[in-house]
């Protein structure tokens, strides 16, 4: 019965957002990094009003060791694929108690410009699901969504700069 | 109408995910790291079988050390039998002895190489949980419980299965989710 409610729930989720601030703002200066906490909502906005523009969202932490090491090429690829219509945006599973601690040095030695959010939903499992009920919550993993908010790509696990720019591409040339 | 046709799917869905039976586990054989083999129908008599991938150099894994000790010692006296299994490839036998050690894990730990069971259970993370039957039944899958922060757990899920089982009822919530670090796999 939970899970009639939980796929209902999510159902109907997906329908609202309309209306909604736009989200996605990227980082002014590596001085002043921002990171911002994402619930059920926040996500919702971030998926579904796309402007058009891919999204490449990574899932990651700071003690995720193969997470950290797949960083740099995906600030490589906000680099350059930002003026292609692709947004890198990162999300964090760190605690909230943990941004200014652990999240915000890191992306400040990463000199990632892209917008930063930290999970801030209340259940992993929620938060999981949203992204993709196929996914199993292991990290790092990147979920590319089209220009409509739909979830085209799923990369699970360390990838490489090809692998990125090759997913990206992918769902670019869907786009047109 | 899109409305009315989401949830239709969703319905569809929810019955579909209902009318399934339980998936069965393949056996198998590995030596733990201390050399002995163990077969999971070697356990054919036990109230459950929880098989555990984890791992040495997870975060999240290591969160739960204190936590799976403390549930091996709990139910091993009422028939539970645990394995531990590290299907990680960097991660050595030595490695995984001093880890154990260490950390004061008294169950048997399995080394998977060429992480073969990882992919047969189709295990993704660690530290992820399946509960099986004495007859390789899929009795639970997922986390240990909903917070690697012991103080934030709201629910125990792995306890709240075994507890199920033991009383001999259908375990309730068959599966859950939780974020762990990716298994390291061979390429």
Known sequence: MMQFIFWIACGLFLLTGEGQPAVVSRQQTSAAIEVRPIDANTLNILLHRRNGRVLMLNVWATWCVPCVEEFPDLVRLDASHRTKGVDVVTLSIDYEDEIESKVKPFLRRMKAGMPAYVNAFAKQEDFITALSPEWSGAIPATFVFDSSGSLRETLVGKQSFKSFVTAAEKVLRKRK | ?187
């Open chain 2, 1 to 187: 109408m899109k409305v009315l046709q989401t949830i239709l799917l969703t319905i569809t869905v929810a019955v579909l995910a209902f009318a399934e039976g339980p998936k069965k586990a393949e056996n198998f054989t590995l030596q733990d790291i201390n050399g002995k083999k163990h077969s999971l129908v070697d356990y054919k008599d036990a109230e459950a079988i929880v098989v555990m991938f984890i791992a040495t150099q997870c975060p999240v894994s290591n969160a739960y050390n204190e936590r799976m000790a403390a549930l091996h010692k709990d139910y091993q006296e009422k028939g539970i039998v645990f394995l531990g299994i590290n299907s990680n490839k960097q991660e050595s036998i030595e490695e995984i002895k001093g880890h154990a050690a260490e950390h004061g894990l008294t169950f048997p730990i399995l080394k998977d190489h060429k992480n073969v069971i990882a992919d047969k259970f189709s295990a993704s993370f660690t530290p992820e949980i399946f509960v099986l039957s004495g007859g390789l039944d899929i009795l639970y899958h997922g986390r240990i419980d909903d917070s690697q922060r012991e103080a934030r757990v709201t629910t125990k899920d792995l306890r709240k299965a075994l507890d199920e089982i033991l009383t001999g009822r259908p375990v309730t919530t068959t599966e859950t989710k939780a974020f762990g670090c990716t298994i390291k796999r061979v390429s």
